[in-house]
Nanobody, 122 residues
Framework: VQLQAFGGGLVQAGGCLRLSCAAAGRTFSSYSMAWFRQAPGKDREFVARIFWNGGSTFFADSVKGRFTISSDNAKNTATLQMNSLKPEDTAVYYC????????????????WGQGTLVTVSS
């Protein structure tokens, strides 16, 4: 199984970015795809997840109302749309896949992408 995350970059506060995660190597119909992030000097934290079969979503309080997550089952791709970005959103963002409806703990995900850096300037 391979996950490849891309789409990070530098953006000003208030701007938007779209991150994508391409998954390959198996059928993901019973999996959840999630995004986590890790800022310098901080622990990795949950951002959002989507259950591949049915599309139910869940967001961290810190991004609720600003970020959305979607999936394209035909392309095995999950997308994180980030709007109204804040400097505190600056982090390396990782996509992950885990069986079932997933959760907010990184321990619930078996497969990880390589991470993509998002920098939000003030």
């Amino acid at each position: 199984v391979q996950l490849q995350a891309f789409g990070g970059g530098l953006v000003q506060a208030g701007g938007c970015l779209r991150l994508s995660c391409a998954a390959a190597g198996r059928t993901f119909s019973s999996y959840s795809m999630a995004w986590f992030r890790q800022a310098p000097g901080k622990d990795r934290e949950f951002v959002a997840r989507i259950f591949w079969n049915g599309g139910s979503t869940f967001f961290a309080d810190s991004v609720k109302g600003r970020f959305t997550i979607s999936s394209d089952n035909a392309k095995n791709t999950a997308t994180l749309q980030m709007n109204s970005l804040k400097p505190e959103d600056t982090a390396v963002y990782y996509c992950a896949a885990g069986i079932g409806r997933g959760g907010t703990s990184s321990a619930g995900y078996d497969y990880w992408g390589q991470g993509t850096l998002v920098t939000v300037s003030s």
